[in-house]
T-cell receptor, first 112, second 112 residues
Framework: KAGVTQTPRYLIKTRGQQVTLSCSPI?????VSWYQQTPGQGLQFLFE???????NKGNFPGRFSGRQFSNSRSEMNVSTLELGDSALYLC???????????FGEGSWLTVV | QQQVKQSPQSLIVQKGGISIINCAYE??????FPWYQQFPGKGPALLIA???DVSEKKEGRFTISFNKSAKQFSLHIMDSQPGDSATYFC???????????WGAGTKLIIKP
């Protein structure tokens, strides 16, 4: 079974631009969650989607948004990028029930 | 109430020694306690998990000890190896909520 796939793996953006990151969950998984991880920092929860509905949301500004499609694939968008948005963005998927989540390898975003 | 406090922040252990990482929580409704392992440049991966109906769970060299009355759980790595050098995250959740609450992480270094 293929794991969680995130694209792109690496990207560099300029301050003020916007970025869209993509996540394909494990086949059959209906929940997708997103995390931000900065160097030396823990996992900061962004949001979680289940069946195209945002089920939980972390404490991030409105510049961070996401969505989930009917095939469970998810995207997150960050608008008006700031230098502090430079981070590893991790996507994780899980089955419809149960708490075990499976992470992708992440998308490294650098804002210059 | 929703926090999970993880310690230590970093840990250096000699090869062959025992690595111990501790987590404490306040929310008595938590009923699922996983540990995740993250290598540099990779997403976290589930290592081992426990539910409060047992006090200990062992998988190979990795053991979770759970103390319900003290609201603490810990990860023990026996015969620690250089390949165990990674960042370890504890987490907790309420089964019906699906959202994991994460500890801040412990960077473990095993010296050869």
């Amino acid at each position: 079974k293929a794991g969680v796939t995130q694209t792109p793996r690496y990207l560099i953006k300029t301050r003020g631009q916007q970025v869209t990151l993509s996540c394909s969950p494990i086949s059959g998984h209906r929940s997708v969650s997103w995390y931000q991880q900065t160097p030396g920092q823990g996992l900061q929860f962004l949001f979680e989607y289940f069946s195209e509905t945002q089920r939980n949301k972390g404490n991030f500004p409105g510049r961070f948004s996401g969505r989930q499609f009917s095939n469970s694939r998810s995207e997150m968008n960050v608008s008006t990028l700031e230098l502090g948005d430079s981070a590893l963005y991790l996507c994780a998927s899980s089955p419809s029930h149960g708490n075990t989540i499976y992470f992708g390898e992440g998308s490294w975003l650098t804002v210059v | 109430q929703q926090q999970v406090k993880q310690s230590p922040q970093s840990l250096i252990v000699q090869k062959g020694g025992i690595s111990i990482i501790n987590c404490a929580y306040e929310n008595t409704a938590f009923d699922y306690f996983p540990w995740y392992q993250q290598f540099p440049g990779k997403g976290p991966a589930l290592l081992i998990a426990i539910r409060p109906d047992v006090s200990e769970k062992k998988e190979g060299r990795f053991t979770i000890s759970f103390n319900k009355s003290a609201k603490q759980f810990s990860l023990h790595i026996m015969d620690s190896q250089p390949g165990d050098s990674a960042t370890y995250f504890c987490a907790a959740s309420v089964d019906s909520n699906y959202q994991l609450i994460w500890g801040a992480g412990t960077k473990l270094i095993i010296k050869p």
